[in-house]
């Protein structure tokens, strides 16, 4: 039986979870697809069509930008509309966002589609082949596909490679030094918080360090992130909606963060007030950004996510679950934060597969923060990230895998999930376990994890008293949740379209975590 205490908390998520989806189908951001159509000097008709910006006012704007460039470039096309889209009818969904062959010429751009229509097909392929060729085509590396042939996606090369790659290096540079410097002067002037920041040796039985530790690593890993978003914003100065993504992805992290700080300095915030911080920033990121989750592979399921509030609903579900995950992985140095090191490689590799600013540079921001914390907190263990790094990464991780899914429809949904599935598992079974193996509460902390498992069966820290060794021991752990992580990152990387291959693959991780599991068990102390 469910104590009265366990009940009120059970029933005051579910009404959480009901406000957040109400703000969200209310509030949600809608998505609009610049559009333009003209006809050129030879009597072709051209139709622009590029990928969903944000909102509406950030499509007007990238619409008039678009259109003055289109007047430069030919002052005596005919403009027959121009327009922001909120909706996408079957031909133009199949125009941007599938590969099926068409009946006319196209152009793959990085964030858009051009296709070039005329009474006289041969003519619409000579302005099609004479665009491929142009010497103004400054921007990309364009290929005419000719009418009914299949068509590539997206461009996965961009004529700006270096300049991209500058841009992202010098995002990465920022992330890293901030998040390095912030740690270092926490740790300096240690002496003036330790009443507040230590987590404490004795604190709880899933603690497995012999040395008081500040806890607030995750104010280094949030100014990593903010020092890129300025850099951003300096960046795209002339462009302001390129960064806007990201400052809106900023603006949503911060109740999460700022729900575990107060954990970490007052160590008197419940998981249920946790898990409302977390739930409030997925409304404000469906909110400012709009993206929820549509698809998951299963018909059941996404024939159910095209009723918006259970997508709503599910989404914010998903995201303070992953929150509450990452925060249950961190527990020895460098585990979670080099777990989403290898994630987040493998989110910016796909997203720059799929030409997603926004995706890329947040991944690079949030993994050079991550880098620049870990050169304290592994292998020497000088600082922890605490709850608040904890839910700022888990809610990163989580809404970048619903941005990755949302905007690219050529990513397999289980490319996102398989990158998170060994936190969220995790978490799933040792809320299974407790309950229905060990007969206690789904919430009570205990020290048997599988990270746990591995630290006291095969490492042996369990009888260490020197402080040393047992930094040592405790550092030691990482590396066996990395070597797996990085095979499975590697496996995404090489099908990160292919439900078919990541889906079963995803199952067997989880068949495989439970044999290791219960091995781990089985061995004597």
Request: charged share 10%.
């Amino acid at each position: 039986m469910l104590s009265s205490k366990s009940k009120l908390s059970i029933y005051l998520l579910t009404l959480l979870l009901l406000v957040a989806t109400l703000l969200g189908y209310y509030f949600k951001a809608i998505p609009h697809y610049a559009n333009i159509e003209f006809i050129n000097t030879k009597n072709v008709e051209v139709h622009l069509l590029f990928q969903a910006n944000l909102n509406k006012e950030i499509c007007q704007e990238n619409l008039g930008i678009t259109s003055n460039e289109l007047f430069a470039f030919c002052p005596n096309c005919l403009i027959k509309q121009q327009q922001c889209l909120s909706t996408l009818n079957a031909k133009q969904q199949t125009l941007l966002l599938s590969d099926t062959p068409v009946s006319f010429p196209t152009l793959r751009l990085h964030d858009g589609i051009v296709s070039y229509q005329s009474a006289d097909p041969q003519l619409a392929l000579i302005a099609c082949l004479t665009e491929e060729a142009s010497s103004t085509n400054f921007e990309h590396h364009l290929q005419c596909i000719p009418s009914n042939t299949l068509r590539p996606i997206a461009s996965t090369v961009n004529f700006n490679f270096w300049i991209d790659l500058f841009e992202i290096s010098l995002v990465l540079a920022t992330a890293i030094i901030a998040s390095w410097f912030i740690c270092y002067i926490i740790l300096r002037y240690e002496n003036l918080h330790a009443h507040l920041s230590h987590d404490h040796t004795q604190s709880g039985i899933q603690k497995f360090h012999s040395i008081p530790t500040p806890r607030i690593g995750g104010v280094a890993i949030l100014a990593g992130l903010l020092a890129a978003t300025a850099l951003e914003i300096t960046f795209h100065t002339i462009s302001p909606p390129i960064s806007d993504g990201f400052s809106f992805f900023i603006i949503a992290s911060l109740p999460v963060f700022f729900g575990g700080i107060i954990e970490d300095v007052t160590k008197n915030v419940g998981v249920t007030q946790r898990l409302l911080f977390s739930m409030l920033s997925a409304a404000i990121a469906i909110w400012l950004i709009g993206a929820t989750i549509n698809r998951t592979g299963i018909p059941l399921v996404d024939s159910a996510l095209l009723w918006v509030p259970f997508a709503i609903a599910l989404t914010t579900l998903a995201i303070s679950g992953a929150c509450n995950a990452m925060n249950i992985i961190d527990g020895y140095n460098g585990l979670s934060s080099g777990y989403a090191v290898i994630a987040l490689t493998a989110m910016s590799s796909i997203a720059y597969l799929v030409n997603d600013h926004t995706v890329i540079v947040v991944s690079i921001a949030m993994l050079g923060s991550l880098l620049g914390f870990m050169v304290w907190n592994w292998p020497h263990g000088k600082i922890f990230m605490g709850d608040s790094g904890a839910y700022l990464l888990g809610f990163t991780l989580a809404e970048l895998a619903v941005l990755l899914l949302y905007r690219n429809p050529s990513v397999s949904p289980w490319a996102a999930f398989s990158l998170l599935a060994y936190p969220v598992f995790e978490t799933l079974f040792s809320m299974f376990r407790r309950k229905f193996i060990n007969k206690a509460k789904t919430g009570e902390p205990d020290a048997m994890h599988l990270h746990q498992l591995i630290f006291i069966k095969i490492l042996r820290g369990h009888v260490i008293t020197d402080p040393v060794k047992m930094t040592e021991k405790n550092s030691a752990v990482a590396p066996f949740i990395w070597i797996p992580a990085s095979i499975n990152a590697i496996l995404v990387l090489l099908f990160w379209q292919r439900t078919a291959i990541l889906l079963p693959l995803s199952i067997v991780g989880c068949v495989l975590y439970v044999i290791v599991y219960y091995k781990l068990i089985s061995l004597r102390d």
